[in-house]
């Protein structure tokens, strides 16, 4: 699953000290990679030609059982 951001910290401190994520990969600041059990959850500042709206990204997922992923 990939999140895109306009490119603050803002994202990366909620899921790494709210969400208590672990970074497994960067890529200059610009890829961000989380390793939640056998997944992958990225955030992003960009999107391939698509630009965030006004207050951010939204993005959608489904899972049985969301605290158990994460």
Known sequence: MVK???G???AR???EHVR???VSYHYQDVWVEYDIGLSTFAITTTDMGH???AK???VAFEVSDLDAVL
């Open 13 to 15: 401190a909620f899921y």
């Open 20 to 22: 208590g994520l672990h």
């Open 51 to 53: 630009t965030p709206g």
């Open 56 to 58: 951010g990204a939204v």
């Open 8 to 10: 603050d910290d803002r």
């Open 4 to 6: 895109c951001d306009r």
